[in-house]
């Protein structure tokens, strides 16, 4: 069977659609579930019952070397060398006895009870942050907390310099333009930057592997290490493994808490709702992840032809979910459209974390910094409400989706 033909208004990258994707996400399950998106040569799957089964599905990939590959096709695979060398050995392009290998040796620095352990750290850091604004009366939630919180509890959770979260920032914009680029994007130039930003990246983590290599400490990179010096991970793999926790750590929990803050100022009766009771905590992060994912986008690779409603998905296919489409697809959730703090989870679920055995190993960190920085931030400025004077600036692209800026009063 041919592929689906994709109308002028189910553009996945038109201007529209990515700053408002809500009615492309409709239209994307009743017209076409699964459909060929042209313009990004690129399969979308946006039924939540597919998406599901299809982060289980061996016969989609986690690997998406051909993907990179494709989008520097005028300027060759040797362009991107060095940033193909450092992603390859990632837990997040492996599949099988690979990715088991290193998410096992991975895990034990994301358990319940070794992220619990840092929950006062969290807590600290934003008191911090909040203590620098609390008599302004006004800042941009952006620049002051949702770019601040992530690096600095990231950098400690691997045991690395605060002060060197200003690197992390220049190196991680690069990479997040490069996996998502632009319409317009000149891949020329992003080629470069990216090369760049993982040698600097790779070079400066490989110092600090060396470093816990000889005093070892009770951070994720030493427990890494000492993974390495059983002879269950490489050099290469510490080094790689570090690099996505802190750029994925830092990219997508600063637009996720955005997002939630913004979810609440932008519904009253539910920000009223949580103010009335706490312990709609934990649901309205999980709400703002199903409604207003950070990541709402994320591709796969078909090893072998397989027919998915009745279209053939051929092997060497690019394959996106569409989790910000699965998360509202009415067959699942009711009023799918309605933010809803008190949602019932007991049936169904988000797919803002992923599912299955790539769900996001970073979950929980994120869970818990969602958690304490928005208890903290609505303690501590009880009359938080948007600033009228300046209007949100969004920054959107298939790959993540939040604020460039969010000003607020209290």
């Known amino acids: 069977m041919t592929p689906t033909a994709v109308p002028v208004d189910l553009n996945p990258v038109s201007p529209q659609n990515l700053a408002d994707p809500v009615a492309f996400y409709r239209e994307l399950q009743r017209r076409a579930p699964v459909y060929w998106a042209e313009p990004i040569h690129t399969w979308l799957v946006s039924r939540h019952e597919d998406v599901m089964a299809g982060f289980r599905d061996p016969r989609l990939s986690a690997n998406r070397t051909a993907f990179f590959e494709h989008q520097v096709q005028s300027l060759g695979p040797a362009s991107i060398q060095g940033f193909m060398k450092i992603i390859r050995n990632q837990v997040f392009m492996k599949d099988g006895t690979e990715h088991i290998r290193l998410r096992r040796n991975m895990n034990p620095g994301f358990t319940a009870q070794s992220l619990d352990k840092w929950r006062p750290a969290i807590r600290r850091t934003m008191e911090q942050l909040l203590e620098r604004v609390s008599a302004r009366g006004q800042m941009d939630l952006v620049k002051e907390i949702s770019y601040e919180l992530p690096p600095l509890v990231i950098a400690e959770l691997l045991g690395i310099p605060v002060e060197d979260r200003e690197r992390f920032r220049a190196w991680s914009k690069p990479i997040a333009d490069f996996s998502s680029p632009a319409p317009d994007a ?3 130039v992003l080629v470069q930057e990216v090369n760049r930003a993982m040698m600097a990246f790779s070079g400066y983590l490989t110092g600090i592997v060396e470093e816990r290599r000889s005093a070892p400490g009770a951070d994720v990179i030493s427990q890494m290490v000492s993974a390495e010096e059983e002879g269950k991970l490489s050099t290469e793999e510490v080094v790689a493994n570090a690099l996505l926790l802190i750029f994925a750590g830092h990219t997508t929990t600063t637009d996720q808490f955005s997002n939630c803050v913004h979810d609440l100022l932008t ?12 312990g709609l905590l934990d649901s309205t992060i999980e709400e703002s992840v199903r409604f207003n994912p950070a990541v709402p986008f994320i591709g796969r690779f078909a090893v072998e032809d397989f027919e998915l409603r009745g279209q053939t998905i051929p092997k060497g296919s690019h394959v996106m979910f569409a989790l910000g489409a699965a998360n ?5 959730f009711s009023e799918p459209d309605r933010f809803d703090i008190t949602r019932d989870r007991t049936q169904t679920r988000h797919l803002g974390f992923g599912f299955g055995p790539h769900q996001c190993i970073g979950s929980g960190l994120a869970r818990r910094e969602l958690e304490i920085a928005l208890e903290l931030l609505l303690q501590r400025l009880p009359g938080l409400r948007l600033d009228e004077e300046h209007t949100p600036v969004k920054h959107h692209s298939l790959a993540f989706r939040g604020f460039s800026s969010l000003h607020v009063r209290w």
């Open 328 to 332: 509202r697809d009415p067959e699942v």
């Open 186 to 188: 000149d891949m020329g």
């Open 267 to 278: 519904h009253p009766d539910q920000l009223q709702a949580l103010r009335d009771n706490p």
